[in-house]
Structure formats: structure tokens, C-alpha cells
């Protein structure tokens, strides 16, 4: 249960499987939270790890967050600057034409803001290629601010800040919301939180509750409908039958469990792309590192032709996440835009992290600690057509009104994604079964 979340302690290092935290500015998924009883439970990012890094050229510069940062950052060219300013006159999308993350924001910022920047971006999200991401499926809220702005994001973007001041204006001081410890406004862009123990706690506290009432371990090969019931066939040959099935299982497999059942479907959920991961969690002493770890941490887009996407600085992040004294790295390997690096040995995988990190980041020292996560498909890529295809899915699913899909392959990676999702798709189940008892 838990899927990619997991939080492992080793030798006092918290190593997350999976995600290592939650934007906090969904109040659905912080309602779960809160009526899970975890609301004490949360701990929000370090006000430090508001500064986030890009590779550029090899070195490491500032993330520009604000209008006067991005005049004066020197990761841009001035040709480069001038083009984002020409933003304010860009048409709107092609009708129907499914753009990619790439071609969209060149389009509207040129290629040198792309390259730099919206590429490492896709990276830093869905461990994704920039140029074959879809921006309808990935980024839908893109498409929203264009068509706001009359074409121009910065357009919508001002509009949007006006109304927003105006709102507060007349709203007088705001309240936050129950249950985050960020004391910030549950808004657009919130802060990334997790839980004490990492993120594996909610899981254990859904397990907890729902003690007695689950299956697990059951690795599902098949489904069957048989008079008017659908027989869930285990590998190991056990079968249990239900009225209502929900499957919440990454797309290729999915696909193989629909095959008998339901063939074209199972096909085009076997065609959506995963892009590989591993995941290198390393463990320093704090003295004499040679770098303060002043943020977030850094992300290298495909311009720089690095076998590593990027790195995290757990421990400017979150607490708890490494003993005294030692700090925590880590680091992301492969990904869409270098999957053959997800193929080096645990050896050879440490070298390349630590010939990156001290190219990078100037630390020559050996990690004390090092912990290798390895996934061959990590991260569903919802790449151009991902819109289409979902569309032929939903539509043929519509001939089985009692089975449901959910989980990260289709509409949304993230953690607050996968739970929203999860709660429509519960509401969905609810109306299935009132109108199986009316
Ligand atoms: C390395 C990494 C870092 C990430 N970091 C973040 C982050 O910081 N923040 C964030 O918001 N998101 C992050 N994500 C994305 C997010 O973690 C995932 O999208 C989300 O956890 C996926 O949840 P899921 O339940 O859809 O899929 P999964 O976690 O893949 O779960 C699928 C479940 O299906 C089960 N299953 C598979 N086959 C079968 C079968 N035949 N029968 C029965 N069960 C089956 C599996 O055992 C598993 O329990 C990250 C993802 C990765 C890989």
C-alpha cells in the first residue's frame, strides 16, 4: 500500500521512495490531511529553500523569481530578456493543435528562455523532455492564462495580481487555513510540506484506519465480468469478486489487467510512456562540504548534457532528514531526457553522482551515506496526444459503468493530483452504488 511513497530511516538518513512532499495549496488533499487527524503532524518546507537553482553553461545561478531578478540575472541574454518582454504581444495557441511544452513557451518566451529555464522545468516535474510533453496535458493552467490574456500569459498574469490585490483590499485581512504549519495563504502557489515522519505517514495512517477492510499484496493479472460481476484473478491464482472495481495501478499495468476485458483499451493505456528514475539519496558531514546548501537545491535542463537531473538539498528543505552534524543529498539520475544513465551499476552511479556533484556544486568529499532508488519506469509521460488518447480511454470505458480508473498516468503526477483525482473517483463510485441499491 503506499505505492512509490515509502519513507525508509537508514542509519538515521530519511529516505523517501518516492515523493518528498506536497505543494500546500489544495484545500481538498489538506482536508484528507486533516481528517486523517495529521494536521499536527505536517511540517512545511524551511524558509531557506525558497531560493532554487539552475545549471547553466556548467555553473549554478540563481532561479530569477521575480520581474527585477530576471532583468538583472545573468543566466540571460539581453536578446533573451527583450524577447520575454514581447510576451505581451503573442497570438493565441493554433486551434486543435496539440503543442509541446516547448513549442508553446517558444512561442511565447523564445528558445533561449526555453532551453534554459521551461526545459528544466519539465525536468524538474515530470522527469520529462520538454519538447515531447504535452502543454494541454501537463500544464493545462498555460492554456487558461493565454486565452485570459487574449494570448499573452503576462497579460493574464497582471490581470490576475489586479484582481487578486483588489480582492484583498476589499476582504480586509485573511485568514490561513486549518492545518499547515506555513502561516501563508492557502493561494496559487503554497509551500511544499510533508509529514515528521515523511510522507509514508499518511499511508500508515490510512492503513490504520481502514484496518480489516483491505486486501494487500493482491497482485492483480486479470478481470473478468461474469453474470453481471467483475472476478479479480490474482497471479497466484486466487479470485476474489466485486461489484464496483477501481484500479489505481500505473498504466502498463493496468493495460495488462484489461487485456481480456477490454482490448482496445488496455492497448492505449499501454501506450502511455514512463520515463526511468533513479534516485541517489547521499549523506555528507556538514564540515568541510564546501558548499552551505543556501536553497532548495538545482535542476540541469538537456542543454547541459548531464547524466543527472538535478538535486535536492534535503536537508535545507525539510528537518529530520539526517543525523546532527551531516547533511542529506539527493540526487535524481536519468530521466526522459537521459535514460541510459538509469542503466549504470550502483558503482557507476555513485561516480557519476559525485563527478557531477563536485563539478557542480564543488564538493570533493566521499558521501558518508549513499542509498540507490531505482526505477525503469518512474514517472507517466504525458506527452503530445496524452489529451486524444485520454479521450478514446474515457470514451470506451463509458461500456463498463462499474469500473474506474484512477492514479498518476492520467490526469495529473503529483501527490495532490493522485489524491484529488482519487476523491472524484470515490464520488463517482458512491453514484455507481446508489444506483445499483435504488
Ligand atoms: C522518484 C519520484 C519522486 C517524486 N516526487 C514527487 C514529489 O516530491 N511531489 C509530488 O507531488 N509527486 C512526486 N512524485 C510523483 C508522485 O509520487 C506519484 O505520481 C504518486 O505517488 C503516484 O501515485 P499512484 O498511486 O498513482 O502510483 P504508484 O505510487 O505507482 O502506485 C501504484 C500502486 O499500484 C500497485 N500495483 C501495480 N501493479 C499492480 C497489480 N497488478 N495488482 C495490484 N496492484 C498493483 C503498486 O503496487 C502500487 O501500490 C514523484 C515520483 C517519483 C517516482
Given at each position: 500500500m503506499g505505492g512509490k511513497i515509502k519513507s525508509d530511516q537508514i542509519d538515521g538518513y530519511l529516505c523517501e521512495t518516492g515523493p518528498i512532499g506536497f505543494i500546500d495549496n489544495?484545500?481538498?488533499?489538506?482536508?484528507?490531511?486533516?481528517?486523517?487527524?495529521?494536521?499536527?503532524?505536517?511540517?512545511?518546507?524551511?524558509?531557506?529553500?525558497?531560493?532554487?537553482?539552475?545549471?547553466?553553461?556548467?555553473?549554478?545561478?540563481?532561479?530569477?523569481?521575480?520581474?527585477?531578478?530576471?532583468?538583472?540575472?545573468?543566466?540571460l541574454s539581453w536578446p533573451a530578456k527583450m524577447r520575454a518582454i514581447m510576451e505581451l504581444w503573442s497570438k493565441p495557441s493554433p486551434p486543435g493543435?496539440?503543442?509541446?511544452?516547448?513549442?508553446?513557451?517558444r512561442r511565447h518566451l523564445g528558445k533561449e528562455i526555453v532551453d534554459k529555464l521551461v526545459a528544466a522545468m519539465a525536468v524538474g516535474i515530470f522527469a520529462g523532455d520538454a519538447e515531447k510533453l504535452s502543454v494541454k496535458s501537463c500544464f493545462p493552467v498555460m492554456l487558461e492564462l493565454e486565452k485570459e490574456g487574449s494570448g499573452s500569459?503576462?497579460?493574464?498574469?497582471?490581470?490576475?495580481?489586479?484582481?487578486?490585490?483588489?480582492?484583498?483590499?476589499?476582504?480586509?485581512?485573511?485568514?490561513?487555513?486549518k492545518g499547515p504549519k506555513s502561516e501563508g495563504m492557502v493561494g496559487s502557489t503554497g509551500k511544499l510540506t510533508t509529514f515528521r515522519r515523511g510522507m509514508a505517514h499518511i499511508i500508515d495512517r490510512l492503513k490504520e484506519r481502514l484496518d480489516g477492510q483491505i486486501i494487500t499484496g493482491f497482485e492483480v493479472a486479470e478481470i473478468a465480468r461474469e453474470n453481471g460481476q467483475y472476478e479479480i484473478k490474482?497471479?497466484?491464482?486466487?479470485?476474489?469478486?466485486?461489484?464496483?472495481?477501481?484500479?489505481?495501478?500505473?498504466?502498463?499495468?493496468?493495460?495488462?489487467?484489461?487485456?481480456?476485458l477490454d482490448e482496445e483499451a488496455a492497448k492505449l493505456i499501454g501506450e502511455i510512456p514512463y520515463a526511468p528514475v533513479n534516485v541517489v539519496v547521499a549523506g555528507y558531514a556538514k564540515s568541510g562540504l564546501g558548499h552551505d546548501l543556501d536553497g532548495f537545491g538545482f535542476l540541469a535542463s538537456k542543454r547541459e548534457k548531464r547524466g543527472i537531473l538535478g538535486c535536492l538539498w534535503n536537508t535545507s528543505i525539510f528537518d529530520g532528514q539526517a543525523p546532527a552534524d551531516k547533511v542529506a543529498l539527493r540526487v535524481m539520475v536519468g530521466g526522459a531526457i537521459n535514460p541510459d544513465a538509469t542503466a549504470l551499476d550502483d558503482d557507476e552511479t555513485l561516480k557519476l553522482v559525485q563527478k557531477e556533484l563536485r563539478d557542480i556544486m564543488g564538493i570533493s568529499n566521499d558521501p558518508e551515506f549513499n542509498h540507490i532508488i531505482r526505477y525503469k519506469r518512474a514517472i507517466p509521460q504525458y506527452i503530445v496526444g496524452h489529451e486524444e488518447r485520454m479521450v478514446k480511454i474515457s470514451s470506451l470505458m463509458e461500456k463498463h459503468p462499474a469500473l474506474f480508473l484512477t492514479g498518476n498516468a492520467f490526469r495529473g503526477v503529483g501527490f495532490n493530483d493522485c489524491v484529488i483525482n482519487a476523491e472524484k473517483t470515490a464520488e463517482r463510485v458512491v453514484e455507481a452504488v446508489k444506483e445499483k441499491l435504488a
Open positions: 489544495k484545500p481538498r488533499v489538506l482536508e484528507v490531511v486533516h481528517s486523517l487527524g495529521l494536521d499536527s503532524d505536517l511540517s512545511v518546507s524551511k524558509d531557506a529553500s525558497r531560493y532554487r537553482y539552475l545549471v547553466v553553461d556548467g555553473k549554478l545561478q540563481l532561479l530569477p523569481m521575480s520581474p527585477p531578478a530576471f532583468i538583472k540575472t545573468k543566466m493543435k496539440d503543442e509541446s511544452i516547448a513549442e508553446f513557451s500569459l503576462l497579460k493574464a498574469q497582471m490581470r490576475r495580481s489586479k484582481r487578486k490585490r483588489a480582492k484583498a483590499k476589499a476582504e480586509g485581512p485573511q485568514k490561513t487555513i490474482s497471479a497466484a491464482g486466487e479470485q476474489v469478486e466485486a461489484d464496483i472495481v477501481v484500479l489505481a495501478a500505473p498504466a502498463y499495468a493496468v493495460s495488462k489487467i484489461l487485456a481480456n
